[in-house]
């Protein structure tokens, strides 16, 4: 089944202060049941996304429902976020959210290509999906959905975000991270030539890298420090993708990524 939870994102072994490894398992978890969006995960599956031991992690998803943070589906026997998490993210929208302005963007991305468009925002070492719409072409893939975390260097958005970072922050992050959950095509050198490909031609190429067959393109959005704060990105069939179409993808993800980024400073 694809995709897989994230594995090995995010250190839940955080110990310095009293109380602060529980905080640190229950975010993993929360974090790995929003990525699953919208199936949810079962137990066993939350367990393996975060390191944890399955009885440490029911107990963590058992507490988390107790609140409201989680909601059990009977029928499923998953997990999904519940709905104390949609009150807080509405009050926390009104500082965070760029959806309203980037809405219209990745709409008009969809219908210029045809393909299915995407924003992602950077979130630490990852990206994060929060919007999808969907172009004309009847065939779509279905890797991404709103939600789904990827780290940095892997799909085409966080490899736009990846590629624009100083060149010290991604000599770190490649130093530490552990993309091979990912494939052999997430090996270090490997990224490393991907971020330099994506900065000669100013925007990101997934040639079926996460599921064969399925290419995306990705190009990055600035924030007002000039850094990569958010992505465009496309995906779809291979035949969709092709050498002689590959240029005007680009072009129209470039132009787009530029209007959101000029929208969102004007904010």
Same mark, same amino acid.
């Given at each position: 089944?694809?995709?897989?939870?994230?594995?090995?994102?995010?250190?839940?072994? =955080?110990?310095?202060?009293?109380?602060?490894? =529980?905080?640190?398992?229950?975010?993993?978890?929360?974090?790995?049941?929003?990525?699953?969006?919208?199936?949810?995960? !079962?137990?066993?599956?939350?367990?393996?996304?975060?390191?944890?031991?399955?009885?440490?992690?029911?107990?963590?998803?058992?507490?988390?429902?107790?609140?409201?943070?989680?909601?059990?589906?009977?029928?499923?026997?998953?997990?999904? +976020?519940? @709905?104390?998490?949609?009150?807080?993210?509405?009050?926390?929208?009104?500082?965070?959210?760029?959806?309203? $302005?980037?809405?219209?963007?990745?709409?008009?991305?969809?219908?210029?290509?045809?393909? !299915?468009?995407?924003? !992602?925002?950077?979130?630490?070492?990852?990206?994060?999906? %929060? %919007?999808?719409?969907?172009?004309?072409? @009847?065939?779509?893939?279905?890797?991404?959905?709103?939600?789904?975390?990827? +780290?940095?260097?892997?799909?085409?958005?966080?490899?736009?975000?990846?590629?624009? %970072? +100083?060149?010290?922050?991604?000599?770190?992050?490649?130093? $530490?991270?552990?993309? !091979?959950?990912?494939?052999?095509?997430?090996?270090?050198?490997?990224?490393?030539?991907?971020?330099?490909?994506?900065?000669?031609?100013?925007?990101?190429?997934? +040639? &079926?890298?996460? =599921?064969?067959?399925?290419? &995306?393109?990705?190009?990055?959005?600035?924030?007002?420090?000039?850094?990569?704060?958010?992505?465009?990105?496309?995906? &779809?069939?291979?035949? /969709?993708?092709?050498?002689?179409?590959?240029?005007?993808?680009?072009?129209?993800?470039?132009?787009?990524?530029?209007?959101?980024?000029?929208?969102? /400073?004007?904010?």
């Amino acid at each position: 089944m694809w995709p897989p939870a994230p594995r090995g994102v995010h250190n839940v072994d =955080v110990t310095t202060v009293p109380g602060t490894q =529980v905080i640190g398992r229950a975010a993993a978890v929360l974090r790995a049941v929003g990525a699953a969006m919208p199936r949810g995960l !079962s137990t066993s599956a939350v367990a393996i996304a975060t390191g944890l031991t399955r009885p440490t992690a029911h107990r963590l998803l058992a507490s988390l429902a107790a609140e409201g943070f989680i909601d059990h589906d009977a029928l499923s026997g998953r997990w999904v +976020p519940g @709905p104390e998490l949609y009150l807080l993210g509405a009050a926390a929208a009104e500082r965070y959210d760029i959806t309203a $302005s980037a809405r219209p963007v990745v709409r008009a991305l969809a219908e210029a290509t045809g393909e !299915s468009a995407f924003l !992602s925002a950077r979130r630490g070492d990852e990206t994060v999906c %929060l %919007l999808r719409e969907d172009g004309a072409f @009847p065939i779509r893939s279905h890797v991404l959905h709103e939600g789904i975390r990827f +780290p940095l260097g892997v799909a085409s958005a966080g490899l736009a975000i990846l590629a624009f %970072l +100083p060149d010290a922050t991604i000599e770190r992050y490649l130093a $530490s991270a552990d993309l !091979s959950a990912f494939g052999p095509a997430h090996e270090t050198e490997l990224v490393r030539e991907r971020v330099a490909a994506t900065r000669a031609a100013g925007y990101a190429l997934n +040639p &079926g890298l996460l =599921v064969e067959g399925s290419w &995306g393109m990705g190009a990055a959005v600035f924030d007002g420090s000039d850094q990569p704060a958010w992505a465009l990105s496309l995906t &779809g069939i291979e035949a /969709r993708f092709s050498a002689d179409r590959r240029p005007e993808l680009g072009r129209l993800l470039l132009e787009h990524a530029h209007r959101l980024t000029q929208a969102l /400073r004007g904010r």
